[in-house]
């Protein structure tokens, strides 16, 4: 696709519900990584694949917290038991390949609140 | 502790007025370093990147940002501001791989 797009865009769960946010990289770029962004916050880095690999994933708060990529293209960030705390916007963004400096382009986000 | 530190959290100006946004970092090597900006409900959009060479970067929309290694700085800078530049700022520095670490942003505002 032209750009990163996520989806949904907008959620709201009730506490306890799990949700499921969805990340299709440009087409092509190898690298795929979540962040997630508190109100009034810097992104943080949650999560980081090589194609379908998970090579980092030490930003991931709590085992609450499951990412994949399994065919190396579409990645799932998925929320367990939510808690207000997951209140946040979801980032994804890809790049091309793993080489530091590479251009990442994020996209527009999932907004999620807890209620 | 690493960290990218914006010192200003809020930043008026007038429209047609310069602007600097300030970034520090405390790294033992000098980082990749980055802005970007943010419009409300919008993505991260790159304004430009520094890995070596001339210290002084211009990147899109007439932004420019200068790395000054004894500081440990890297400004982000604009000659005249228009209204449309209103939104969040980040500084954000990639160490190793290509995982960026981000400061904790800038929010601009424009006066008419």
């Known amino acids: 696709g032209a750009g990163v797009s996520q989806s949904p865009r907008y959620k709201v769960a009730k506490r306890g519900q799990d949700v499921a946010l969805r990340c299709d990289p440009i087409s092509g770029h190898v690298s795929l990584f979540w962040y997630q962004q508190a109100l009034g916050q810097g992104p943080e880095f949650l999560t980081y694949f090589q194609n379908e690999a998970q090579l980092d994933k030490s930003g991931l708060p709590s085992d609450r917290f499951f990412a994949e990529r399994p065919e190396g293209s579409v990645s799932t960030l998925k929320i367990q038991r939510t808690q207000q705390e997951d209140s946040a916007v979801y980032l994804c963004a890809s790049s091309l390949d793993g080489r530091s400096g590479n251009t990442i382009y994020f996209g527009e986000g999932s907004w999620l609140t807890v209620v | 502790a690493q960290s990218v530190t914006q010192p200003d959290i809020h930043i008026t100006v007038s429209e047609g007025a310069s602007l600097e946004l300030r970034c520090n970092y405390s790294y033992g090597a000098t980082p990749y370093l980055f802005w970007y900006v943010q419009s409300p409900g919008q993505g991260l959009q790159l304004l430009l990147k520094?890995?070596?060479?001339?210290?002084l970067v211009q990147g899109i929309k007439g932004f420019e940002a200068e790395f000054k290694r004894s500081q440990s700085s890297f400004n982000l800078r604009k000659p005249s501001v228009h209204w449309s530049d209103a939104a969040e700022y980040f500084c954000?520095?990639?160490?190793?791989?290509?995982?960026?670490?981000f400061g904790g942003g800038t929010r601009l505002m424009v006066k008419p």
């Open positions: 520094y890995f070596s060479g001339d210290t």
């Open positions: 954000a520095v990639v160490i190793a791989g290509n995982m960026l670490t």
